[in-house]
């Protein structure tokens, strides 16, 4: 048991570590290209950050754990708005630009729908529903870049220092090939885990493996608090949501737990993913700021969603 937690430990480690190599390797191509700064975080940030989430999921999927890939799409949602978006707007509370959130919120909900008809009208994904994500990627992506180009570069990014290309491509590849290595120890380890402790795989996945690649974005929020731009953290993690429905499909809903004798995703899973979603972007959207109660509701949320998780 002891050797499957270290690897556990290990895969985390690497999917950090590869998902900053490989967001600063993108970046500084971004850069060299001379995209828009708004653009860079709004496509190329948030594809990075989500890396990790695709990587295991579709390593899951591939490997006969279609529980692990469907609840880390699910609980990486969770997680990344009701506990890493919720610890931003909870510490510093601000302003967000209402225009810059309504296409990736919009893409997001869409998206969630398509989920939300696999779940409850098929009980699993057909690969029509898989090539309607994929074109929902390729249309979120040119949203975003129609949305974007008219926008000025900052002022300081031609001031600054360009990564030589041979080290931004060593950063890309080197950045993808760690995650891969570590999106394989998640997976195999956590699944011999969750064995071992008679835990269901879609729990495991829904908490521990969502908390996990969802590193990246928790990294983003602290430095986005430090520098003073929790709007910067809030825009990455609502991208990184609908990157998570987008580009992982194809796998059943899992049936291993159930809650009022039902299959506890259709009364728990997808209700609090929608609701989280909901709590964090609706005040945004309507009023352009968010408050502090916002926060710290989400924490309850996703305080109460692990711990009923654990009991069922």
């Not at 729908?113 to 409850?120: F, K, M, N, Q, S």
């Not at 506890?264 to 309507?286: K, Q």
């Amino acid at each position: 048991m002891l050797v499957p937690v270290l690897l556990f430990i290990v895969g985390l480690l690497f999917l950090i570590k590869g998902g900053d190599w490989f967001v600063d390797g993108a970046s500084a191509l971004a850069r060299r290209f001379h995209l828009p700064e708004l653009l860079i975080g709004a496509t190329v940030v948030s594809i990075g950050t989500t890396l990790p989430e695709v990587m295991v999921s579709t390593m899951s999927a591939v490997s006969g754990h279609g529980e692990i890939a469907y609840g880390n799409a699910i609980g990486s949602v969770i997680c990344n708005s009701a506990l890493i978006a919720a610890i931003t707007i909870a510490v510093r509370p601000g302003k967000v630009d209402p225009k810059t959130l309504k296409t990736p919120v919009i893409f997001f909900f869409i998206a969630a729908a398509i989920y939300c008809v696999a779940a409850y009208g098929f009980g699993e994904f057909t690969r029509p529903m898989g090539f309607i994500m994929l074109a929902m990627f390729v249309a979120y992506m040119v949203a975003n870049v129609r949305q974007m180009k008219n926008a000025p570069a900052e002022e300081h990014a031609e001031e600054e220092e360009l990564i030589p290309l041979s080290k931004t491509l060593i950063l890309l590849v080197a950045g993808a090939a760690i995650i891969a290595i570590g999106a394989n120890l998640l997976v195999d380890n956590g699944t011999l885990i969750a064995q071992a402790l008679g835990v269901p795989e879609s729990v495991i996945a829904l908490t521990f493996v969502a908390l996990g690649t969802s590193l990246p974005e928790l990294v983003t929020a602290i430095t986005s608090l430090i520098k003073g731009h929790s709007d910067l953290s809030v825009g990455n993690v609502v991208g990184a949501n609908v990157f998570n429905l987008v580009l992982v499909s194809g796998v059943s809903i899992p049936q291993s737990s159930t809650l009022f004798g039902v299959n506890s995703s259709l009364v728990l899973d997808l209700p609090v993913m929608l609701a989280v979603m909901l709590i964090m972007t609706v005040p945004a959207l309507v009023k352009g700021k968010m408050n502090r109660a916002q926060g710290i509701i989400l924490l309850a949320i996703y305080a109460a969603f692990c711990a009923i998780q654990f009991t069922m």
